[in-house]
């Protein structure tokens, strides 16, 4: 596969470049060693067009956003209407009419009892109010000591200093903050009959200590795109049934189709106590996230006693701009055909990357909904691999030791076919090399 052959849009290092490099600070990016990121000009569908004019196909999705593909007209036309009638008002104390629509569609979409919808405008920042939301439902019930969470090692659930906790500490990415963060409980996610009955004695055992369970459904994404079954997903929700302990399912990166159905609980049959929303949720066009509570979990709140409230408010809680995106976003769930695509997807993943499996170094292929994992032996230089991807014209971002893809959801078989081929061509040199 080969870039496409574009007139130039500007300069391969326009002076923004330049002048920005001094002063912006990127993410999970090393600054001193780091090569200058690609100037992108432009997106279009599944494409990203560079300064130079040259164009990637994103098999990534902007980190797994961008489900409809960039610059979706009919959520820009709803944006733009929004924008010019009313870009943002604080919520406290006013209301407006995207973010109560979007409120009660999502309430709609889910199981009962989850019916109460908190906005945010990050996904980490989701989950911290999960947090906050499970710690103080049994605070507000007189349970001071149950202020401590159990989540699994693989797992992921973003960068602020709640959220740190709960992930895997041996993974890397927040290593050195063990000991600063409050410690929590983080386990092997269980698989077997054995696993199972350890986990229920841990639970048996620290159920007076324990808020909540926190967990990815399905695919454990930043710490590996690991997966796991429905059938441990609910033996997980029975045991917490069992003790008496909350459940939060962080479907950031799951939900809106990305395994197969709407949201990957569906598959267990699985209803949370509290599921966190963001990522796809505006379609890649705006920050917004959501928490949704159950009639439970949102009752303990409810007194003549003004403490007792979620005393939480991001700035821009319910973004009208957000919002609106977010209701075009369903508007296409809606309208196409997204999770008809997803298993297409899904099949032409599978037959791309299976000869990956014949290449030396390579340990596992594997697929789930509009989700395809090469795992490596262990990737010395993501960067290196990084760079051989956009020579073939896409744009891939290995990170650990995997090689993965993600693509929007309207991915023609063409699409996928150069991304496969693109990793096939790329691991097979990798394997030589190493």
């Given amino acids: 596969m080969t870039s496409q052959a574009l007139a130039p849009v500007q300069s391969a290092a326009p002076g923004w470049l330049d002048d920005g490099a001094r002063h912006i600070w990127l993410p999970y990016t090393q600054m001193q060693t780091a090569p200058a990121p690609l100037p992108a000009v432009a997106t279009d569908g599944m494409r990203i067009t560079l300064a130079d004019g040259r164009t990637l196909i994103d098999g990534i999705a902007s980190w797994w956003t961008a489900c409809h593909g960039y610059n979706h007209p009919y959520i820009r036309q709803a944006v733009t209407r929004q ?15 995207p973010a109560m629509t979007l409120a009660k569609r999502l309430s709609d979409m889910l199981p009962a009892p989850l019916s109460h919808v908190f906005f945010s405008e990050s996904g980490s920042v989701s989950v911290e109010v999960a947090m906050k939301m499970a710690v103080q439902y049994w605070l507000n019930q007189g349970h001071r000591d149950r202020t401590r969470f159990v989540s699994f090692k693989g797992g992921y659930h973003g960068d602020t200093f709640a959220c740190m906790a709960v992930c895997d500490p041996e993974e890397g990415m927040h290593t050195m903050f063990k000991g600063v963060v409050p410690e929590q409980f983080v386990v092997d996610l269980p698989a077997n009959a054995s696993d199972f009955t350890a986990f229920d004695q841990m639970l ?16 454990q994404g930043a710490g590996g795109m690991k997966f796991h079954g429905p059938d441990q997903l609910a033996e997980i929700r029975r045991l917490c049934d069992r003790h008496g302990i909350l459940l939060i399912a962080d479907e950031i990166f799951t939900g809106f189709g990305r395994t197969g159905t709407f949201f990957a609980c569906d598959q267990a049959e699985v209803v949370p106590d509290i599921v966190t929303l963001s990522k796809a949720l505006t379609g890649g066009t705006l920050p917004l996230a959501a928490t949704i509570a159950s009639d439970q979990v949102y009752d303990s709140f409810l007194s003549d006693d003004p403490e007792q409230c979620l005393m939480h408010g991001p700035t821009y809680t319910g973004n009208a701009l957000a919002c609106a995106a977010a209701n075009a976003s369903l508007d296409l769930f809606e309208s196409e055909p997204r999770l008809a695509q997803v298993a297409r997807i899904a099949e032409e993943l599978s037959e791309g990357l299976a000869p990956c499996r014949a290449i030396e170094g390579v340990l596992d292929v594997r697929v789930k909904g509009a989700i395809g994992v090469v795992q490596l032996e262990a990737i010395d230089d993501p960067v290196w691999l990084r760079e051989q991807f956009v020579e073939e014209g896409a744009w891939i971002r290995p990170f650990g030791d995997i090689v993965y893809l993600t693509p929007p959801f309207i991915a023609e078989t063409k699409d996928i076919a150069a991304l496969t081929a693109a990793i096939e061509k790329v691991v097979t040199h990798w394997s030589r090399v190493r």
Avoid: S
């Avoid at 924008?83 to 009419?97: F, S, T, Y």
């Fill in 83 to 97: 924008l010019d009638a009313l870009p943002h008002v604080m919520l406290g104390g006013l209301a407006h009419e």
């Fill in 204 to 219: 048996d055992r620290e159920r007076a200590n324990i808020a909540a369970v926190v967990i990815e459904p399905l695919v």
